[in-house]
């Protein structure tokens, strides 16, 4: 399993690079394989401001739905529009190309709160 150890994680199995104020979000390869196919994902709060663990999104698999939470508090300023056509890319690339969206951050502080990658693996029991 691929737990990058550059990138935090949170408990609802999203990962987030930080890049000064501006976090990208997406679903861990642990997530992408318990989920199965991923089919489609959506994502409708691009350009809202949302709190912290908020919904912003939704990714279908061949077999279930699951919500999206926000890891961070802040604004979504892009959406990874190439999933509309090829939602399979989270499923062969959850750290490349697989990437949902990118949040500019409101509270910084929050980035403590986020797991580190040993942390993750504790969480998942990798």
Do not use: R
Request: a negative charge.
């Amino acid at each position: 399993m691929n737990i990058p150890s550059e990138l935090k994680y949170t408990k609802d199995h999203e990962w987030v690079k930080i890049d000064g104020d501006i976090a990208t979000v997406g679903i861990t390869d642990f997530a992408q394989s318990e989920l199965g196919d991923i089919v489609y994902v959506e994502v409708e709060t691009l350009d809202e401001t949302l709190d912290k663990e908020e919904v912003f999104g939704t990714v279908e698999a061949v077999k279930t739905v699951s919500d999206l939470f926000l890891p961070l508090t802040g604004e979504i300023v892009e959406f990874n529009e190439a999933l509309e056509d090829e939602p399979e890319k989270v499923n062969t690339d959850p750290y490349g190309d697989g990437w949902m969206i990118k949040i500019k951050i409101s509270d910084p502080a929050e980035v403590e709160d986020l797991l580190s990658d040993a942390d993750y693996k504790a969480l998942i029991g990798a």
